[in-house]
C-alpha cells in the first residue's frame, strides 16, 4: 500500500544512535527499508550504522529528502520530536513511545492542523508493509505479502492476528498500528480509507478495544464509504468498569465504550464482526471468499 | 491517579475556586475542634475515601451541634463504607473532611474532561448539578452544555459566559461562573489532570458560588513532572497486588474469576480474558508483562498473580516480539521453582525463539499443559478448572 509506507519512501530515526532504534532500524534495513539517516541532537556529522547522523529534523530532510520518520525518543520528550518532524515537513511520523501525557498530545495535534503530515501512533508497533520495509517494533518474520489490510490499536494482538491468518495462508498489504493512547495521531477511519483507496488491498481487518468512539466512527464511515469488505474485532469483552487495561486509552468510561456495545454497533452496520479472538483468521477467510 | 475530594479542593482554591472552609482530620475530637474553629451553626461531615456514591451510603452526615459532629465522625471513622465503587467488602474510612454546611438555593456541574473525538479538552456543565452527570447525559442530553477548548489559547472568557448563559448563572453569578471554570481549567492544565469536575456547583446564601464536592484524577505518564501531584497518592486507597505490580512494571488488574492471566501486550491480555469467558470459564485477573521481560519480571508476575486466592490455575499466553519465549521460560522455570508453584499451568508461546522457550520447558520436570494456540489454551485452561471445582463442588454443599 502506497500511502504511509511504500517503496520510495526515506525513512529517518530520530533517537538513532539510541539502543532501541538502533536495533530497530537494522531490523528493518534487513528487510530492505530505505534508511536514509537519523537524528540524535548533538551528534550531527558522525555516522552510525554506516549512515549520516543530524543534530536536527530539518537537516535530515534537506540531507537525505526524508518523508517518513520513527521517533524512538523517550516519552517526556516525544512531543517535541513530534513538533520537530511536523515543523520539517515529515509525511508520515510514527511514534513508537509508551506513556506520553495526554496533555501533550493534545498540544502535538494541535500544532499538526493545517500541515501535511499524519501521526501513526503514540504506544503503537508501527507500520509494516511486506516486502517493502517497516518503520516500528514489530517481528517482520511473521508477516508476509498479501491483499488484507491491517490496522490495530494493540501490537500483540495484530501479531496474534496474522499468526492466524499466516495459518490460512493470508498475507498483508501493510499492518499499521494506531496505537493505544487515548489521544492518538491517526483514527481508524483515516487508515480504513487508505486502505479503501489502495489497489493492493483487498479487504481490512480492524482490531479495536474497549474506550472510545473510534471503532463504531470508523464502522459508521465504512459503511457509507467502503466498498472492501470489513473485518472488525473489538477486544475487552470480560473487562470491568473504570478500569484501565493496560493501554491508557483502554477504559469503559461509558455504556458505548464496552467491547459489546461496539460489536453490536459494527453487526447491526453488516461488517463481519469477530466475537472469539481465536476465529480472527477463519473471518477473514469467510469475509474475502464471500 | 485518583485524589481524596480534601486534596482537590485545597488544588481548586489555590487556582481561586471558593468551597466551603473546613478541614480534613483523623480523629472524632479533631473534628469537633474543626467544627468549633470554622464556627457556623451546621456542619457536614464526609468521609474520603477514593469513590462515588458516598452520600448515598451514609459517609455525608450534617450535624447541628460541636458534639452531634463528634458523634458523626466518630461512627464514619473505622467503618467500612460500601458504595457501587467499592465491591462488597467496602473501603475503611480513615479520614473524615469537616465543613461548614451551606443552604443550596441552586446546583449545577461544571466539569472538563480530554474529549477522544476532538482531541482537545472539553468544558461540561450543566444546570442539572448534585446528580449523576452520566445519567443527565443518556436521559436528557439536550441539558448538557459543552465548549471545546484551543489549547493554544486555552479557555477564554466568551466561552464560559458561553456556558454560563446557557446553563442560567447571570447576574452577580456570571462573574463568579468564569472565574471559577477558568480557575478549573488552569488546575488541569497545569497538573496534567485527566480530568477535574465540580458537582455541585452550588448556589449558596447571598449569591455565592460554592464548590462543595470536586473530583479530579491525574495522567500517571506525567506524574514525573508533578512532584507535588505525586506526593497526593494514598497507597491505602489501592490495591496492595496493583502498587506491587506497577513497582516490577508489570499492569496489574485483579478481576472475580479463578483463571490467573500472565500475558504479553494489553491487547492480546483483553483477547486472552475474552477467550477464556467464551469458553465458560471466568479471568482472575489482567496481567501484561509488556516488552522486553526478563526471567525475573516473569516470576515477579507469577507472585503477584498467586497472591489472590482464588487463583487455581493459571494460563500463559506470550506473543513474542520484542519480547523472548526463552527468557519467559526461564521466568516460569524460576518462579515453579521459588514458589513452590503446584497448580496446572497452560502455556502458549509463540514468536521470537519460540523452539527455544519449548525446549526449557520440557527439559525440565514440570508438568506444563502445553497449549497449541489461543483458542487451544483458553479450551484447556476452562477443562482444568471445570475438574477442580468438580471435586470441591461437594463440600462446599455440606457447608451451605
Known sequence: ?290 | MNIHEYQTKDLLKHYGVPVPPGRVVHSDAQAAMVAEEIGGARWVVKAQIHSGGRGKAGGVRVGSSIEEVRVIADEILGSLLVTHQTGTEGRLVRRVLVEQASTIAREYYVGLVIDRATRRITLVASAEGGVDIEEVAEKTPELIIREIIDPAVGLLDFQCRKVAYKVGLKGSLLPQAVKVMKGLYRCMRDNDALMAEINPLAVVDNDQLLALDAKMSFDDNALYRRPAISELRDFDEEDPKEVEATGHGLNYIALDGDVGCIVNGAGLAMATMDAITLHGGSPANFLDVGGGATPEKVANAFHIVLQDPAVKIILINIFAGINRCDWIATGIIQAMRDQNIKMPIIIRLAGTNVEEGRAILNDSKFPFIIASDLNDAAAIAVAEINKIVKKVAPLEKEHS
Not at chain 1, 520518520?69 to 520530536?81: K, L, N, R, W
Not at chain 1, 504506544?123 to 505479502?145: A, D, E, L, R
Request: aromatic fraction near 6%.
Open chain 1, 1 to 290: 500500500m502506497s500511502v504511509f509506507l511504500n517503496k520510495d519512501s526515506r525513512v529517518i530515526f530520530q533517537g538513532f544512535t539510541g539502543q532501541h532504534a538502533t536495533f530497530h532500524a537494522e531490523e528493518a534495513m534487513k528487510i530492505g527499508t530505505k534508511v536514509t539517516g537519523g537524528v540524535t541532537p548533538g551528534k550531527g556529522g558522525t555516522k552510525h550504522l554506516d549512515l549520516p547522523v543530524f543534530d536536527t529534523v530539518e537537516e535530515a530532510v534537506q540531507a537525505t529528502g526524508a518523508d517518513v520518520s520513527g521517533i524512538f525518543a523517550p516519552p517526556p520528550f516525544a512531543a517535541d520530536a513530534i513538533m520537530e518532524a511536523i515543523d520539517a515537513g515529515i509525511k508520515t511520523i510514527v511514534v513508537i513511545a509508551d506513556g506520553i501525557p495526554v496533555q501533550d498530545m493534545v498540544r502535538v495535534e494541535r500544532y499538526r492542523l493545517g500541515t501535511h503530515s499524519v501521526i501513526i501512533g503514540p504506544n503503537t508497533p508501527g507500520i509494516i508493509t511486506p516486502g517493502v520495509g517497516k518503520v516500528g517494533i514489530m517481528p517482520s518474520h511473521i508477516y508476509s505479502p498479501g491483499r488484507i489490510g491491517i490496522v490495530s490499536r494493540s501490537g500483540t494482538l495484530n501479531y496474534e492476528a496474522v499468526a492466524q491468518m499466516s495459518d490460512l495462508g493470508l498475507g498483508q498489504s501493510s499492518s499499521i498500528g494506531i496505537g493505544g493512547d487515548p489521544v492518538n495521531g491517526t483514527d481508524f477511519a483515516t487508515v480504513l480509507k487508505a486502505f479503501e483507496d489502495d489497489p493492493e488491498t483487498d479487504a481490512v481487518l480492524m482490531i479495536g478495544e474497549i474506550g472510545g468512539p473510534q471503532e463504531v466512527d470508523a464502522a459508521r464511515w465504512a459503511k457509507k464509504n467502503m466498498r472492501k469488505p470489513l473485518i472488525c474485532y473489538v477486544a475487552g469483552l470480560s473487562a470491568p468498569l473504570g478500569r484501565r487495561m493496560g493501554h491508557a486509552g483502554a477504559i469503559i468510561s461509558s455504556e458505548s465504550d464496552t467491547a459489546t456495545a461496539k460489536i453490536d454497533t459494527m453487526e447491526a452496520l453488516g461488517m463481519f464482526v469477530v466475537r472469539n479472538p481465536a476465529d480472527i483468521g477463519a473471518t477473514v477467510l469467510r469475509a474475502i471468499k464471500s
